[in-house]
T-cell receptor, first 114, second 117 residues
Framework: EAGVTQFPSHSVIEKGQTVTLRCDPI?????LYWYRRVMGKEIKFLLH????????ESGMPNNRFLAERTGGTYSTLKVQPAELEDSGVYFC????????????FGNGTRLTVT | AQKITQTQPGMFVQEKEAVTLDCTYD???????LFWYKQPSSGEMIFLIY??????QNATEGRYSLNFQKARKSANLVISASQLGDSAMYFC??????????????FGKGTSLLVTP
């Protein structure tokens, strides 16, 4: 089966610009998560979708971040306007059940804001 | 709040030797799950092994085993017969229950492992 795919793999934008990250979960996985790792810090939870609904978005840093999952398939994470501190690696993960023993991660999108 | 501690920022091991990567956790939840992930230089997060808090035996997956000591709240990863391809960042994580009834992973800072010939 195809794994979790993320696009783009890298993105370099200027402060104030907008960037949209995309995640395609494994087909049939209702649960989709976004995480990010800011340089030198832990990987942090951002939010969790169950199908098209936001189950938990308490990890979103501020209102410059907007996540959507239209139709319960792929998800997008938009950062608008981007700030320097948004630089990091953004991971998407999916699972069939919320308590699955394996959470399948994508390769991540490395975002650099200059 | 749960917390994962990985005290070894970096580790070296010689090829074919075994290595233990430390992980301690803190939680008041009696039901939890512990994960180890590998992140090579290419960036992807690769699931290695899982241990449930109620599992009676230590988890094993090929050359990976998890030394689960519940009373000490430790979940160390043991890699046997290290290979050059094992050089990577290793993350310990705990699944935590979020306030909105869902679950999410809480990660440690990671340990960078370098396997030398």
């Amino acid at each position: 089966e195809a794994g979790v795919t993320q696009f783009p793999s890298h993105s370099v934008i200027e402060k104030g610009q907008t960037v949209t990250l995309r995640c395609d979960p494994i087909s049939g996985h209702d649960n989709l998560y976004w995480y990010r790792r800011v340089m030198g810090k832990e990987i942090k939870f951002l939010l969790h979708f169950v199908k098209e609904s936001k189950q938990d978005e308490s990890g979103m840093p501020n209102n410059r971040f907007l996540a959507e999952r239209t139709g319960g398939t792929y998800s997008t994470l938009k950062v608008q306007p981007a700030e320097l501190e948004d630089s990091g690696v953004y991971f998407c993960a999916s699972s069939q059940e919320d308590r699955d023993r394996t959470l399948h991660f994508g390769n991540g999108t490395r975002l650099t804001v200059t | 709040a749960q917390k994962i501690t990985q005290t070894q920022p970096g580790m070296f091991v010689q090829e074919k030797e075994a290595v233990t990567l430390d992980c301690t956790y803190d939680t008041s939840d009696p039901s939890y799950g512990l994960f180890w992930y590998k992140q090579p230089s290419s960036g992807e997060m690769i699931f290695l092994i899982y241990q449930g808090s109620y599992d009676q035996q230590n988890a094993t997956e090929g050359r990976y085993s998890l030394n689960f000591q519940k009373a000490r709240k430790s979940a160390n990863l043991v890699i046997s017969a290290s290979q050059l391809g094992d050089s990577a960042m290793y993350f310990c994580a705990m699944r935590e229950r979020r306030s909105n009834s869902g679950y999410a992973l809480n990660f440690g800072k990671g340990t960078s492992l370098l396997v030398t010939p």
